[in-house]
């Protein structure tokens, strides 16, 4: 159900760029590519989302390839309060009617000094 | 509210009993989500709100699960005669007021069943 895979786990060294691949083959045209983050102990929270263009904000970039089967989530500059379970989400987004959300169960980043 | 409130933050229960968990999502938004987290797992999907109809309960595990929502607002998810298995984070979202499609969250309510 969940409609991406994405490794179990990674890790980066603090200061280093964190780079985490997520594969949705299956996307639909309407369906945006959105990330969200779990710190232990905290409730997930909205990192970043795109269609088709790569997308930048204060928390990361979002790269999508061109044929949108892949995308890849960019801290470019980690630190260990980045360490979390880092989570990858199609879905149909802006404007209309929300449904479930497919969490998977997401890469775990640790990023070591 | 500016966020999303969830209580309680932490409820401990004896096996049999039942329990409400409430959530208070962010002003002005219909939709609402619930999901629980179990001790090393995922999340999974309980239940959708838009407003005070719920098109998707798809993901209620038991029918010793239930959730209503009244006013568009405030929701409460009720067990009954809760088992050791339901102990879990459940967790609540509701989407921003920009309406880009990204759902906030709150804190969760942590449940133990003793």
């Known amino acids: 159900d969940a409609k991406t895979t994405q490794p179990p786990s990674m890790d980066c060294a603090e200061g280093r760029a964190a780079n985490l691949p997520c594969n949705h083959s299956?996307?639909?045209?309407?369906?945006?590519v959105y990330w969200y983050r779990q710190i232990h102990s905290q409730g997930p929270q909205y990192i970043i989302h795109?269609?088709?263009n790569n997308e930048t904000n204060e928390m990361a970039s979002l790269i999508i390839t061109e044929d949108r089967k892949s995308s890849t989530l960019i801290l470019p500059h980690a630190t260990l309060r980045d360490t979390a379970v880092y989570y990858c989400?199609?879905?149909?987004?802006?404007?209309?009617?929300?449904?479930?959300?497919?969490f998977g169960r997401g890469t775990q980043l640790t990023v070591w000094p | 509210g500016a966020g999303v409130s969830q209580s309680p933050s932490n409820k401990v229960t004896e096996k049999g009993k039942d329990v409400e968990l409430r959530c208070d999502p962010i002003?002005?938004?219909?939709?609402l989500y619930w999901y629980r987290q179990s001790l090393g797992q995922g999340l999974e999907f309980l239940i959708y709100?838009?407003?005070?109809?719920?098109?998707?309960k798809s993901g209620l595990p038991s029918d010793r699960f239930s959730a209503e929502r009244t006013g568009g607002s405030v929701s409460t998810l009720t067990i009954q005669r809760t088992q050791q298995e339901d102990s879990a984070v459940y967790l609540c979202?509701?989407?921003?007021?920009?309406?880009?499609?990204?759902?906030?969250f709150g804190e969760g309510s942590r449940l133990t069943v003793l």
């Open positions: 989400i199609v879905r149909v987004g802006v404007g209309s009617t929300l449904g479930r959300l497919y």
């Open positions: 299956t996307i639909s045209g309407n369906e945006y």
């Open positions: 795109g269609l088709k």
């Open positions: 002003s002005g938004h219909t939709a």
């Open positions: 709100f838009q407003g005070n109809s719920a098109p998707d």
């Open positions: 979202a509701s989407p921003g007021l920009t309406n880009t499609g990204e759902l906030f």
